[in-house]
């Protein structure tokens, strides 16, 4: 499966969400490849220190993308796609292969509406691929005390786009655990509030790859176990 986080903004959150999810997609049991399709690396530099048996890929253009990625898919379970914050071109070819399209949003009516033109990229490729990728809004950097205003529902209607009931918040345990080498279920209890929302917004975006497991945490041996012993 191919899972495209993508926003032609800047600063939404791809890099903290891709990386995550590749290495929470680890965790599982899962093989997963992490493809950074953005040339400041971010994600990759971070996971190959925070979870260094998620395999790598760095793609620099679109076209690169367009020939790499069908290979790519038959050495995984999963291809998690850092999308660029600029390289449209790189965007709009990840979603012509992505199965699922990921588009993190800032929680501000301005973003929401500045969504709009990447969800044209999106409404484009399901047009020419008869549907897919399926795509779900992902509202990232979330106050404390915001709640989800009249008007940004409204925008989000207005793009018939999907939004995830679950919100990432704006917490400096995200924005610590690249320069640490960590990820935020790693780092301790005081960051137990960063670990369950993120593990709920992935098994909601991904139910089918922890059908299986009941916590992030487990090791990949057992996970692996668990996974075999059901079948
Ligand atoms: N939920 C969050 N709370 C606090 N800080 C966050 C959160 N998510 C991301 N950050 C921080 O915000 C900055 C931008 O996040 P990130 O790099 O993931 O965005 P991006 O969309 O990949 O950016 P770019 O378009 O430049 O690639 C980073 O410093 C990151 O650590
Ligand atoms: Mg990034």
Not at 16 to 28: R, Y
Not at 159 to 186: E, F, N
Not at 206 to 229: Q, Y
Request: aromatic share 6%; proline share 3%.
């Amino acid at each position: 499966m191919i899972i495209a986080v993508v926003n032609s903004k800047g600063g939404v959150g791809k890099s903290t969400l891709a990386g995550s999810m590749a290495a929470w997609l680890h965790e599982l049991g899962h093989t997963v490849v992490l493809a950074d399709c953005d040339s400041q690396n971010s994600s990759s530099e971070w996971i190959a220190e925070a979870s260094p048996q998620v395999k790598i890929a760095r793609y620099e253009s679109a076209d690169q993308v367009l020939d790499g990625l069908p290979l790519l898919r038959k050495t995984a379970d999963y291809v998690v796609c850092d999308g660029p914050g600029s390289q449209t071109e790189t965007s709009r070819a990840l979603l012509l292969w992505a199965d699922l399209a990921v588009i993190p949003c800032k929680a501000s009516i301005f973003e929401a509406r500045a969504l709009a033109k990447n969800t044209a990229f999106v409404r484009q490729a399901q047009t020419i691929r008869k549907g897919a990728p399926v795509a779900v809004a992902v509202l990232s950097m979330v106050g404390k005390d915001f709640r989800l205003t009249k008007d940004m529902r409204d925008a989000a209607d207005a793009l018939k786009l999907p939004l995830a009931a679950t919100h990432i918040t704006l917490r400096q345990a995200y924005a610590d655990a690249p320069g640490q080498s960590t990820l935020v279920w790693k780092m301790g209890y005081r960051e137990k509030e960063a670990a369950k929302e993120i593990d709920t917004l992935f098994r909601e975006l991904l139910p089918e790859a922890s059908e299986s497991v009941a916590v992030v945490g487990m090791t990949r041996a057992k996970a692996k176990m668990k996974a075999n012993s059901k079948r």
